[in-house]
């Protein structure tokens, strides 16, 4: 089975603090991604990698960056949390353009 | 902009009941998957169809590609509480890493 392991499940930080949501997989998988869920929303791309030290803009990058140095460690940066940033936090992975396998989520509450 | 756009939004049924969700786009896709959310989780997949026209049954559920394959439905006999939850489709269209996400159907199974 395909295992998507995200290191925090929930999270409350304070506004401007440094926020690390990891995430590993174990199955070699070139693609990993990371998506924001809310209400009404529906699930949205921040960031996506297809290959170590290789990222790409999703749909809603600003206000986060991310880290792949190494190919099965995908890791979302909050530079500077806001209170908008509060959400449920999903990480993906995916061998080439095939299926998605996604993480237990990580909710991320910002006060 | 791709969509998925699926239909019902909402559905509360009886235990015991048949629904069926669909999942419409005027885009052809290479394969489509199926996921159901609980509160609090991540996605989890259900299936994968690739070719148009393809059933798939998993026990009590039944997933269909439309021979074009820009649609899917997903048919549930005989509902029972624990079909609860968010029904997603999603896919990738030939030759892009961007996979899309439907708007997402929620099942309310009451016993």
């Known amino acids: 089975d395909v295992k998507v392991t995200q290191s925090s499940r929930y999270l409350v930080k304070r506004t401007g603090e440094k926020v690390f949501l990891e995430c590993v997989q174990d199955?070699?998988?070139?693609?990993m991604f990371w998506y924001r869920q809310d209400p009404g929303l529906g699930l949205r791309l921040i960031y996506f990698s297809y290959d170590v030290k290789m990222k790409e803009k999703g749909d809603i990058p600003e206000g986060y960056s991310v880290s792949r140095e190494k190919k099965e460690r995908f890791s979302l940066i909050l530079e500077s949390a806001s209170t908008n940033q509060t959400s449920m936090y999903l990480c993906?992975?995916?061998?080439?353009?095939?299926?998605?396998?996604f993480g237990e989520g990580s909710w991320l509450t910002v006060v | 902009t791709q969509l998925l756009e699926q239909s019902p939004q909402f559905l509360s049924i009886q235990e015991g009941e048949n629904l069926t969700v669909y999942c419409n786009s005027s885009?052809?896709?290479?394969?489509l998957q199926w996921y159901r959310q609980e509160p609090g989780e991540g996605p989890v997949l259900l299936v994968t169809v690739v070719t148009g026209g393809e059933v798939k049954k998993l026990k009590r559920l039944t997933f269909q590609f439309g021979d074009a394959r820009k649609d899917s439905s997903l048919h549930i006999t005989a509902a029972q509480p624990g079909d609860t939850g968010l029904y997603l489709c999603a896919g990738s269209t030939s030759g892009t890493y961007k996979y899309i996400f439907g708007t997402g159907t929620r099942l309310k199974v009451l016993a």
């Open positions: 993906a992975s995916r061998p080439g353009k095939n299926t998605i396998y």
């Open positions: 885009s052809v896709f290479s394969s």
């Open positions: 199955m070699d998988h070139e693609n």
